[in-house]
């Protein structure tokens, strides 16, 4: 299984960007997807988390602004982000857990992309 991230950019304050988290390999079931970011000197943040089926969760910062969602037809998990703000810059990962019939559940991290907002 792999994960990639994708979608990430420099865009204006007050732009949206969406990310999109692929699950790719034979068999695979998409369980949960997490955002996190990370900017230097700082510690990772969770920024938004959703299980299948079930529930979302938001970071407080982002909430109102951001929304996670998961299709399964396609793997994909997406972080749909609108009115950005400066602070919203950072490099964005995702983290999922996958199931597959030879390997069961396991979670996986995709390489990060960088989401820049800023005039």
């Known amino acids: 299984v792999q994960l990639q991230a994708s979608g990430g950019g420099l865009v204006q304050p007050g732009g949206s960007l969406t990310l999109s988290c692929v699950a790719s390999?034979?068999?695979?079931?998409?369980?949960?997807v997490a955002w996190y970011r990370h900017t230097p000197g700082s510690e990772r943040e969770l920024v938004a988390e959703i299980v299948r089926g079930r529930s979302t969760t938001y970071a407080d910062s982002v909430k109102g602004r951001f929304t996670i969602s998961l299709d399964n037809d396609k793997n994909t998990g997406y972080l749909r982000m609108n009115n950005l703000k400066p602070e919203d810059t950072a490099q964005y990962s995702c983290n999922a857990n996958v199931y597959t019939r030879s390997t069961g559940s396991v979670y996986y991290w995709g390489k990060g992309t960088l989401v820049t907002v800023s005039s």
């Open positions: 390999g034979r068999g695979v079931l998409v369980n949960t």
